[in-house]
């Protein structure tokens, strides 16, 4: 596996694992939201950081194998 492609991989976990954790502190601010919606709150900030995480790592996933399927034709010379 090339150098190229586990940098991407781990910049993408990376980036998506500080935007789940930014989404999630956004939607709990005390702040913004009052404790009689605490529950939905957090229910729905973990809905949301999820989905923001996923999809990065979706992105992620898919640079990772062109990455890797890049390399492997290079070095096959197809």
Do not use: C, W
Not at 5 to 31: H, I, K, M
Not at 50 to 58: A, K, S, V
Request: charged share 35%.
């Amino acid at each position: 596996m090339s150098n190229f492609a586990t940098r991407e991989l781990l910049r993408g976990l990376s980036r998506a694992s500080a935007d789940r954790r930014r989404a999630f502190s956004n939607a709990v601010d005390p702040e913004i939201s009052n404790d009689d919606d605490l529950v939905r709150d957090v229910t729905d900030a973990m809905f949301d950081a999820n989905r923001r995480y996923l999809e990065t790592m979706d992105q992620t996933s898919r640079r990772f194998v062109d990455a890797v399927f890049d390399e492997g034709s290079r070095i096959s010379g197809v």
